[in-house]
């Protein structure tokens, strides 16, 4: 099992949830035992989170080094709206990740990553099991650097 690379020093801060439209639960509460399993202290807001709810928790957490949020209705786009203007106005200043299905229907939209992206998402996994790499790689290239859309790889 993989350690946190700081694991002598105060426990590394994750905000989680799942999408303000999306009650699924269960990948919610896994990847918040795994990343607990790694040392991380994680702010689980559950399912149903509004983006507010994002923000008022980085403002209680502003060491926290990432927002990950789960999708799994398809509904990610309608529900980050005000996500841009929670970071432009400093309520959210660490990274933004989401993961899960991120369109409705069988047909995937290639725009899906470039709308997320305009609406403030600054990474995108194709699957929960790159979070923990992810997170190291923020970490060492300074938190806010977007590095390669990682569903992409």
Known sequence: MRTPSNQHCAPRTVVLGVAASDSHAVANHLIAHSLRGLGYHVVNLGTCTAVEEFAEACERYPHAEAVVIGSLNGHVHEDLRGLDQAKRSGRITCPVVVDGNLSVGSHKDAS???????????????????LPCLLDRLRLDGRGARLTDLAAS
């Not at 403030?120 to 790159?130: F, P």
């Open 112 to 130: 899906a990553h470039d709308r997320l992206y305009a609406a403030g998402v600054d990474h995108i996994l194709s699957d929960a099991a790159e």
